[in-house]
């Protein structure tokens, strides 16, 4: 059994390998094959870190001699050696996951540097500073990323050098320098670990690798991966690379670059880069870089080479790349190309653009942005008018590194920014520059303004993923971080000021700016209708005012899967009184009077919202949660509620005590208040079918039939005894009306019960909505309210990959849905599936959707545009599964019928040219050992047994239709071995044999 391998050269791998090899070894290795100049090197796989854990964290000596076995390998290929005197070979160690995750882990470059061979560098390069600085670089790396030292305290010790020097930038330090720091680096290393920096290259390489794999579960790691949805359990791969360099000298320099503007998405070459510099001054910020533009005045031929590449990579992967570059000596080398990260105005142009250049077709536009990015197109912009007023309230200008609006409290460090968001406070996170440990609180703020850094920074490129607002190189300001405050020209912003930022135009403002809602048009508009010409399920809205569904419309929603009444009684004082009324009534007469009050509310509520839906499908969920709800809970709120309700707080308290639950959500609620207070059902039902009437009389084109949605349902019993109440109530209220008034009823799946007996409940519902939340909560056993405190120990731990209420959990809920599906559909064929749980938002969950095959899916407002585009990636990509499986069965067909081809002519040739006699049959006791040919000779004599008459007659159809005797022939050959079964049991089990008896008769 050939053993597992865990190692790839580049020339060894493909794009295709993603999973294996992470995206920046696959891309490298494509790199390769392409023929384009990618420095020498090898990929460590995902399977090995996933090894690397499950191994206790610890590289097993298998996979440690693999890598060293690469190594030699990379020796020779390069003429260096790790270590060697005469011609040292350096190499970078890189993380590469699966999926892109800029800055999230660790790197280690110029590895193989020490105290020998930083001389030999020094001697071969002619250039002291050069050597010394790579040195040094190295040593603060593998401090901070292998061993865990502070990278703070190197960078004190860099402005201590600088500042006893008198200058500002590290460019201005020269080769003497360069050596005090890295002797300075060393002896620290020394004071804080008590040990030499280590010398030997192999163990270098070795505890680097392992940091590489380390980094997969580090803070900032495991956040990103939870905020973009990345499994814990893909592993990162480590892409182990020759060295090249870009701080040799004025021809040498880095830089990192995109093939379109990743903020407008304009088809226009974008990036930075540094001369005299390595690769990672250009992301972490430390200096801000130049334009890539400029490049062509100081390098024209790497320039060219470079913009010669862009193309190439842009027409191979048919998106926008992102790149990263190194010259060394004017000679251009590529150590990275990825699909781009990009704002989703960017994503939405690029992919339009892309369809009309003929780049990619309009199903391959659609798979290019990612659902949840149009979210960012929906958030609030500033009101044109108040910005103009706020002209001389400009106070800086930086770099417009990622649109948007943003307005809020100024913060110095992530940790406040985490802390002011939990308590519901806008806040804008102003830092000298990001580092990835700033992740968290760059997702909870507002915006990002940033002092260094330029448009391919760390915190330009975070700010983008996410659909933040950055404005970075904002040289303007001057930050004290000690005394948490900024200034500018004079003016002091302190920690809780208020300033306000203009991503598109790099501005920053005192104050406060209005903002209003984003508006839908150009790409987005057409983008939207390519993706609702391509799904297949509807998408419809969960809404409870009439704002709500007008505000869906505008987004493009097509119904309303959940209006939940219960929100409807909070709108004003009259209606939480009358509500709280029906809750303390101590009879039927005292809930009726009550109900009186209710009627004529929610009827106008649900005329509202069929209004505003324009006569589409609206379903209408009865009456869901507890009573006890609609109660006070603190006993000051008591006094003045009993007060309004005319009763005394004793029997308010003592109704509240009477409803009270150990566990409400699985208590009396949903149908079960109707079973107990069917005048609650009633009151319901009259108000959604006067109010449906009137709208169809209001518009006679509209044909609006309500959907009225039973909750919490488990048996077939309780939904027949209130879709009876529906049922009497409603037509009752059509034959005053003297109007013909179509509505259906339905149930909510959202009890495991009423998924496991879902054929039964079909025979009275006529939908099907599935309430993912409660359906969720009752099928793992935990409440999604308090779940929270534990999960996350969960997802550290590895138990969960995904919170269950954010991704329908395929495997245990997903089967009962799926379940439901086909019983529903058993009973009754036209049946309407649908989800509106928080789910039927998700991308991922809506994925799963589309293949059981609901109609449609419901969401808040916000997330239709969302659903639309999700749907429409589903159902692309389940065409193309079936295409694959299709093609796949096609070729298996075609392989078959040519290998019975081949076989039935053996047959008949066989049977033509071999006399049958019946010895041959009596050999067949000797099964194990007949070979094929013996096998079509017995299945003839096995054929004439069974049939009486003239072997002549069965003979001629056997050698017309060799193909169609094939089958009943094997099953005689199986029984040979006992002669007395054959003549019954393969006519009697298989119908080719009945059809040759008949013929042969």
Not at 102 to 118: H, R, S, Y
Not at 473 to 500: H, M, P, R, W, Y
Not at 598 to 625: H, Y
Not at 707 to 723: R, S, T
């Amino acid at each position: 059994m050939a053993t597992k391998k865990y190692v790839y050269k580049f020339s060894e791998g493909n794009g295709s390998m993603r999973e294996l090899l992470g995206g920046k070894g696959a891309n490298l290795a494509e790199m390769s094959i392409l023929g384009m100049p990618v420095p020498d090197g090898f990929t460590i796989t995902t399977e090995a870190c996933n090894a690397y854990y499950a191994d206790g964290k610890k590289i097993n000596k298998n996979i440690m001699d693999e890598i060293h076995k690469h190594v030699e390998m990379l020796q020779k290929a390069t003429g260096k050696k790790l270590g060697g005197l005469e011609n040292p070979l350096l190499v970078s160690v890189r993380s590469g996951a699966r999926a892109s995750m800029p800055g999230m882990m660790d790197t280690i470059l110029n590895l193989g540097m020490n105290d020998e061979v930083v001389k030999v560098v020094e001697e071969k390069s002619g250039n002291k500073r050069f050597a010394y600085d790579s040195y040094r670089r190295f040593v603060q790396m593998f401090s901070d990323v292998v061993m865990g030292l502070s990278k703070s305290r190197f960078e004190e010790i860099i402005d201590e050098v600088k500042e006893k020097k008198g200058v500002t930038q590290d460019i201005e330090l020269d080769a003497e320098d360069m050596f005090e720091l890295t002797n300075r680096f060393k002896a620290f290393y020394k004071k804080e670990l008590k040990e030499d920096f280590p010398q030997d290259p192999t163990v270098q390489l070795e505890r680097a690798i392992e940091a590489v794999f380390r980094s997969w579960n580090n803070d900032r790691a495991i956040f990103y991966r939870k905020m973009n949805d990345i499994p814990s359990s893909w592993g990162t791969a480590v892409n182990v690379q020759t060295m090249v360099f870009g701080n040799m000298g004025d021809d040498c320099g880095t830089g990192v670059a995109f093939t379109r503007n990743p903020a407008t998405g304009e088809r226009k070459l974008f990036g930075e880069y540094l001369i005299n510099a390595q690769g990672e001054d250009v992301v972490a910020g430390i200096r801000t870089p130049s334009p890539i533009a400029e490049l062509k005045k100081v390098m024209p031929k790497a320039y060219k080479d470079f913009t010669d590449i862009c193309a190439r990579l842009e027409k191979h992967y048919h998106d926008m790349q992102d790149m990263e570059f190194t010259i060394e000596h004017g000679k251009l080398f590529m150590l990275q190309t990825r699909n781009a990260k990009r704002t989703a105005a960017a994503a939405l142009k690029v992919a339009v653009d892309m369809e009309k250049e003929g780049l990619v077709t309009k199903d391959q536009a659609l798979l290019m942005v990612d659902p949840k990015q149009l979210d960012d197109l929906l958030h609030p912009q500033f009101d044109a008018d108040d910005l103009k007023k706020k002209k001389n309230d400009v106070i800086a200008k930086g770099l417009a590194a990622s649109p948007g609006a943003a307005c809020g409290e100024i913060v110095f460090t992530a940790e406040e920014a985490k802390t002011k968001a939990t308590m519901g406070r806008k806040v804008i996170l102003v830092r000298l520059e990001t580092s990835p440990e700033d992740i968290e609180g760059m997702h909870v703020s507002e915006g990002i303004l940033t002092v260094r850094g330029g448009m391919t920074s760390h915190a330009a490129v975070v700010a983008r993923g996410m659909g933040a607002c950055c404005v970075s190189g904002c040289g303007d300001i001057k930050v004290n971080e000690a005394k948490l405050q900024f200034t500018v020209k004079g003016e002091v912003f302190k920690d809780g000021d208020i300033i306000s930022l203009d991503g598109s135009t790099g501005l920053v403002y005192r104050g406060e700016i209005k903002t209003v809602p984003a508006t839908i048009s150009g790409n987005f508009k057409k983008f939207m209708q390519w993706a609702d010409e391509r799904r297949t399920m509807k998408i419809r809205t969960n809404a409870d005012t009439p704002e709500d569904a007008a505000r869906a419309v505008s987004f493009g929603a097509e119904g309303v899967g959940l209006v939940r009444t219960e929100h409807m009684f909070f709108n004003s004082p009259e209606r939480i009184k009358a509500i709280r009324e029906l809750v303390v009534a101590q009879n039927v007469e005292q809930r009726q009077i009550a109900l009186k009050q209710l009627e004529p509310m929610q009827q106008g509520d649900f005329e509202g919202i069929f209004e505003a839906m324009g006569g589409r499908s609206v379903t209408i969920r009865l009456l869901d949660p507890p009573l006890h709800e609609f109660l006070p809970k603190a006993e000051a709120e008591s006094l003045e509620v009993a007060k309004a309700l005319g009763i005394s707080v004793e029997d308010l308290m003592a109704a509240a005590a009477n409803l009270h639950e150990f566990n409400p959500m699985m208590g009396h609620r949903g149908c079960r208040l109707d079973v107990t207070y069917p005048e609650i059902g009633v009151m319901q039902t009259r108000a959604i079918i006067k109010a449906a009437i009137n709208i169809n009389k209001k518009h006679r084109g509209w044909k609006l039939v309500p959907e009225i949605m039973v909750p919490l349902v488990g048996e077939k019993k309780e939904l027949d005894y209130v879709a009876q109440i529906i049922r009497t109530t409603a037509d009752e209220v059509i034959k005053e009306a003297g109007v013909k008034q179509d509505y259906k009823i339905g149930t909510m799946i959202e009890i495991p019960r009423a998924a496991l007996n879902a054929d039964e409940l079909a025979e009275t519902a006529e939908f099907f909505s599935f309430g993912t939340n409660d359906l969720t909560q009752m099928t793992f056993g935990f409440s999604r309210d308090d779940a929270g405190k534990f999960l996350d120990d969960y997802y550290s731990k590895h138990i969960y990959d995904n919170d269950p209420f954010a991704h329908v959990d395929v495997n245990g809920v997903g089967k009962l849905i799926s379940m439901a599906c086909e019983k529903g559909r058993s009973t009754r064929k036209d049946i309407h599936l649908g989800v509106c749980g928080e789910h039927g938002g998700d991308p991922v969950s809506i994925e799963f959707f589309q293949r059981v095959g609901l109609t449609y899916v419901s969401c808040s407002p916000y997330r239709v545009p969302i659903a639309r585009l999700a749907a429409a990636q589903a159902a692309i990509r389940a065409d193309v599964k079936s295409t694959v499986v299709a093609k796949k069965t096609a070729k298996k067909t075609v392989a078959k019928k040519a290998t019975k081809k081949v076989a039935a002519k053996k047959a008949t040739t066989k049977t033509v040219s071999k006399k049958i006699a019946k010895p041959v049959a009596k050999k067949s006791p000797a099964k194990k050992t007949v070979k094929p040919v013996a096998k079509k000779s017995t299945k003839k004599v096995a054929t004439k047994k069974v049939v009486k008459p003239a072997a002549k007659k069965v003979t001629k159809p056997v050698a017309k239709k060799p193909v169609a005797k094939k089958q009943a022939v094997k099953k005689v050959t199986k029984k040979v071995a006992a002669p007395k079964a054959v003549a019954k049991k393969p006519v009697a089990k298989k119908a080719p044999a009945k059809k040759t008896t008949k013929k042969s008769k």
